[in-house]
């Protein structure tokens, strides 16, 4: 049992820790989200709709969600057959394929442009066959797509693997014996069972997505209209010195990324019951 001075010293520093980490999140979130915020609606909401409906922007938003549309449906199919192969088979490389699921995360989203750059680009042997073929992948909107696949693939594998692993393959196999076929024992046995896991790590996969800069900077040739997603159209605003139109479209961007926000805190409290129960 404490003494009456440990149990005033520990309350102390409970107050001092609680009153650090308030100064902290106001330091590194409330502070730039209000920057954000009274910057973009600097004169007022009207010239904050004339930005967000213009041209370039409806077109970088268009190509945002265009890529975001085709890279999280692509990665939750490799995902969950990645976390499916991993879970329920033994199989000489498993490990291996584990570290490659990871790459992205240890590689710069840059130094994953340019080896999309070497490989598509004009310095490549592939170039002269995609020109046959009429197919621009840099600098055009198949670069962009695979830059945003390539950056935010390993999240919903990595969301599912743990949980399957917890869960083993006793469903599975029982579901076998009565005589379920493979695509049977996914639909009714595994997906229920990881359902608010996958949930999880689509809504991860689809931020990363949408605010992904760096790869997408560097195979999109920044070309207006065209090739700009929304963060790369927001450096661009602000390189012109055209503050208030940046934070406008970042005011955009935000919004779309509070929404994923709060539907993540919302799956991960689903998602702790979900753990608590296996």
Known sequence: MLNKRQQDKLVLSQMILIFLVMILFCLLL??????????GLAHGIAEFWRVICEPDTLSALKLTLIAAGIAV???????????????KYQFSGK?????LIDLPFSISPIIAGLIYVLLFGAQSWLYPYLQRWDIQIIYAVPGIILATIFVSVPFVARELIPIMEQQGTT??????????????IFWYVTLPNIRWALMHGVILCTARALGEFGAVSVVSGHIRGYTNTLPLQIEILYN????????????????MSLALLLLRQWI???????????
Do not use: C
Not at 240 to 249: G, K, L, M, Q
């Open 30 to 39: 409330i502070l730039p989200l209000w920057v954000v915020l009274s910057q």
């Open 73 to 87: 449906p692509l990665n939750i199919i490799f995902g969950v057959t990645a976390a499916w192969v991993i879970t």
């Open 95 to 99: 490990q291996l394929l584990v570290t």
């Open 171 to 184: 469903d599975e196999e029982a579901a076998s014996v009565l005589g379920a076929n493979g695509w049977q």
């Open 240 to 255: 012109e010195y055209n503050i208030v139109a940046a934070f406008s479209v970042a005011i955009l961007l935000l919004m």
């Open 268 to 278: 991960e409290h689903r998602l702790a019951k979900v753990l608590t129960d296996i």
